[in-house]
């Protein structure tokens, strides 16, 4: 019988396998220590945390877009208030020339 214990220089990371029901250890080469465990470029927890917050920001940036839209949305509404929006068309040709 082999012996099955982890190897120390790779990465410690639990995968799932394609089809999702076969759960094996990372193949790839060790590349980090964080808090004791070994992973690989892939699974490093300190870049994932990283791209983790970008894709927040990247959110946040987003939220916020679309909050400024929703806003500008209800002005725009109570501005034409009453205005039927073949008027709102109409104003908006006449803008242009
Ligand atoms: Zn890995």
Same mark, same amino acid.
């Given at each position: 019988?082999?012996? %099955?214990? %982890?190897? #120390?220089?790779?990465?410690?990371?639990?995968?799932?396998?394609?089809?999702?029901?076969? @759960?094996? !250890?990372?193949?790839? %080469? *060790? #590349?980090?220590?964080?808090?004791?465990?070994?992973?690989?470029?892939?699974? =490093?927890?300190?870049? &994932?945390?990283?791209?983790?917050?970008?894709?927040?920001?990247?959110?946040? &940036?987003? @939220?916020?877009?679309? =909050?400024? !839209?929703?806003? @500008? @949305? !209800?002005?725009?509404?109570?501005?034409?208030?009453?205005?039927?929006?073949?008027?709102?068309? =109409?104003?908006?040709?006449?803008?242009? *020339?």
């Amino acid at each position: 019988m082999r012996d %099955k214990t %982890k190897l #120390k220089d790779r990465c410690e990371e639990i995968v799932t396998c394609t089809g999702g029901w076969h @759960r094996r !250890q990372c193949n790839n %080469k *060790g #590349k980090v220590v964080v808090e004791g465990k070994t992973y690989c470029g892939v699974h =490093n927890p300190i870049r &994932l945390a990283k791209k983790r917050e970008e894709k927040e920001a990247e959110w946040d &940036l987003k @939220r916020e877009r679309m =909050n400024e !839209q929703a806003d @500008r @949305r !209800q002005v725009m509404y109570a501005y034409f208030e009453g205005v039927s929006t073949e008027e709102i068309k =109409n104003l908006l040709r006449q803008k242009r *020339g």
